[in-house]
């Protein structure tokens, strides 16, 4: 067989395998879109802390249990969920920064909680205690232990929730999602679905406000 003929045929093959081979990448990139929703500010398995109904707005915050800005800006948050109660939809999503070494345990805390109905109630203590178990130079999730016997819950399920990986892994979703969609730092939050620029206190009220003129 002449030499031009031979290339002729070893061309075609290698065209033909790289025609596959684009066509599984498509057909699969196709599958994992259809199986990998957009990301989205609030799901059905968020923790809803509030719930105003249809029309209400709805703001979800992602926070640190351990960031200081959170925790100093939580009493706005209290006041504007108690001022505007009814108006608002308002939900919290986990979004543990690396910076800080006992974010990921607190966040592990809170949703051992919430799996016996406490969120909020350990989501309270949490913001009320940080200065307590914060800005540490170890992990102590002792210390979240100890808050978790304060609020009275089943001890035996706590320790079962916090070693068990679905847990993290519940965590590490939210990071994941808000990560896609923008959040860099904590608090974050989102009122009916845009990001809000935090410059000022009032800032997160004015999006509020505006989003029920809208």
């Known amino acids: 067989m002449k030499n031009s003929v031979k290339a002729v045929i070893i061309s075609g093959g290698l065209i033909m395998v790289l025609l596959v081979g684009v066509l599984v990448w498509a057909v699969a990139q196709r599958a994992e879109s259809e199986n990998d929703p957009?990301?989205?500010?609030?799901?059905?398995?968020?923790?809803?802390?509030?719930?105003?109904?249809?029309?209400?707005?709805?703001?979800?915050?992602?926070?640190?249990?351990e960031c200081e800005a959170c925790a100093a800006f939580h009493p706005v948050v209290e006041e504007l969920r108690q001022k505007y109660d009814g108006q608002i939809t308002y939900a919290v999503r986990y979004f543990p920064l690396p910076g800080h070494v006992n974010s990921m345990d607190a966040a592990l805390a809170v949703e051992a909680a919430a799996q016996?109905?406490?969120?909020?109630?350990?989501?309270?203590?949490?913001?009320?205690?940080?200065?307590?178990?914060g800005e540490a130079a170890e992990p102590n999730p002792e210390a979240f232990r100890a808050l978790a016997e304060e609020?009275?819950?089943?001890?035996?399920?706590?320790?079962?929730?916090?070693?068990?990986?679905?847990?993290?892994?519940?965590?590490?979703?939210?990071?994941?999602?808000?990560t896609f969609l923008g959040v860099e730092g904590t608090p974050t939050f989102f009122v009916d679905g845009r990001m809000v620029t935090l410059t000022r206190w009032g800032d997160l009220e004015r999006a509020i406000v505006e989003a029920q003129a809208r």
């Open 151 to 178: 609020i009275g819950l089943d001890m035996a399920a706590y320790d079962e929730a916090v070693a068990d990986p679905a847990t993290a892994e519940r965590v590490r979703r939210d990071k994941s999602e808000g």
């Open 38 to 65: 957009k990301p989205q500010v609030l799901r059905e398995e968020s923790h809803v802390l509030d719930d105003g109904g249809a029309d209400a707005v709805t703001v979800v915050e992602f926070l640190d249990f």
């Open 116 to 133: 016996q109905g406490e969120f909020e109630a350990m989501y309270q203590r949490l913001s009320e205690t940080q200065a307590e178990w």
